[in-house]
């Protein structure tokens, strides 16, 4: 009987303190899973620090571990993506290298790909203990916009910690988006889904790469990538300070015509100038982020360029 082949893929961005950790973990948990011939692909962001070298030797070493290492760092989600890119495998299952999420949740995402699920994703518990309560306050405040403005309904605390299966990968292959946000894209293409809870792990080594102008940065990509509803509110917000200064013409008319002293209203005039100023120039920030948005993706510029690779199959 032909095995079934599994990618993990694991995204690297200064992580030297954690990549031989995940390894040792990984092998355990494929020695219990003897059906499933697994490889892994680690991709390197742009580490600046001793990852790749680290990486390099340990391919050496193990023939089934490969890396892809970028020219310089894209960003997380488009490593992710040239992870899959390179994938041939039956299923990917794309892991952080921190090991937050623990890889013994593995088997579990194998299970539910063998009973016919093709995406089967992890999200967090509410209650997670190794978070600050202002890092719990900006996720669930992350994932709240999100659902309110985008057509993408996200789990609060959902992860990159999942499985596809080939006909997904497939699928996002063949997405042109320059910039994709995957977690979104995975809940956009539809097929039969499964999502399941996990409590994650405290940091192994290293600091996390998502601050609070991180987070700010993904919800605005989020929010654009999937839903016009930002552009509707500025309409909808132009439509009511509109309809709300009608309110003046009133006051307007009775004091012409019962002599009411009006004064300089210098101040009046200063606050209200400066008030419609800024709403305009909100609004057309709201739009030049789709114009700006537009404007990268015709430039038709690679999601990453690749540095150097032990990898010999063909990009997809």
Do not use: C
Not at 165 to 176: A, G
Not at 220 to 243: D, E, Q, R, V
Not at 269 to 275: G, K, M, P, R
Not at 289 to 304: A, M
């Amino acid at each position: 009987m032909t095995k079934r082949k599994a990618t993990i893929i694991i995204p690297v961005f200064n992580e030297e303190g954690n990549i031989i950790a995940i390894v040792e973990r990984l092998n355990k948990i494929f020695e219990n899973l003897p059906g499933i011939e697994f490889i892994i692909i680690f991709v390197d962001d742009g580490s600046t620090d001793q990852s790749l070298p680290i990486l390099m030797s340990l391919s050496e070493k193990n023939p089934t571990i490969f890396y892809l290492s970028l020219s310089k760092n894209f960003g997380k989600d488009n490593a992710l993506m040239a992870g899959i890119n390179f994938s041939d495998s039956d299923a990917v299952i794309t892991i952080d290298a921190d090991l937050q999420h623990p890889p013994e949740l593995i088997p579990e995402l194998i299970n539910w790909w063998e009973q016919g699920y093709d995406v089967v994703y992890a999200y967090r518990k509410d209650r997670n203990i190794h978070a600050s309560f202002f890092t719990r306050i900006r996720s669930q405040l992350f994932y709240y916009i999100i659902n309110k403005l985008s057509d993408v309904k996200l789990e609060n605390g959902i992860s990159d910690f999942k499985l596809m299966d080939k006909r997904v990968i497939e699928v996002i292959n063949k997405l042109p988006e320059d910039k994709p946000f995957l977690r979104g894209i995975i809940k956009w293409v539809g097929f039969k889904q499964m999502p399941i809870e996990y409590e994650p792990d405290e940091r192994n080594s290293g600091s996390t790469k998502y601050d609070f102008n991180t987070l700010i940065s993904l919800a605005t990509h989020g929010l654009t990538s999937f839903s016009t509803k930002p552009l509707s509110f500025a309409i909808y917000l132009g439509f009511f300070f509109s309809a709300l200064s009608l309110f003046y013409v009133p006051y307007v008319l009775l004091s012409f015509y019962f002599h009411w002293d009006r004064g300089p209203g210098w101040a009046s005039v200063i606050v209200t100038i400066a008030f419609f100023g800024g709403l305009q120039l909100m609004i057309m920030g709201i739009i030049g982020l789709y114009l700006g948005k537009t404007f990268i993706q015709g430039k038709g510029r690679p999601r990453y360029i690749i540095q150097t690779s032990n990898l010999n199959f063909k990009n997809k």
